[in-house]
């Protein structure tokens, strides 16, 4: 079972994703970490741990391609 992350942490990570598209990474969770610490006003460290930690997952099922891409024949 997964965990159900709450909205304003869905929110705030998916616009962080799209307003710096080119400053995350899809792969890196430390690096989102410090990233999101950098460029949001979040204080707590939990609540910056759970916002990089959804950017993350965001970012990487965003890259992720059709299962079985159509091929022309």
């Known amino acids: ?4 992350r709450q909205t304003f942490i869905k929110n705030i ?10 400053q995350f990474k899809h792969d ?5 970490k410090n990233k999101v610490a950098e ?7 939990l609540l910056r ?4 930690g959804y950017v993350t997952r965001y970012l990487a099922s965003q890259n992720k391609g059709p299962i079985n891409p159509p091929t022309s024949e």
């Open 28 to 32: 890196d969770f430390q690096h989102n």
């Open 13 to 22: 990570a998916i616009d962080l994703a799209k307003q710096y598209p080119d």
């Open 39 to 45: 460029l949001s006003d979040v204080n707590s460290n």
């Open 1 to 4: 079972m997964g965990n159900i």
């Open 49 to 52: 741990n759970r916002i990089a």
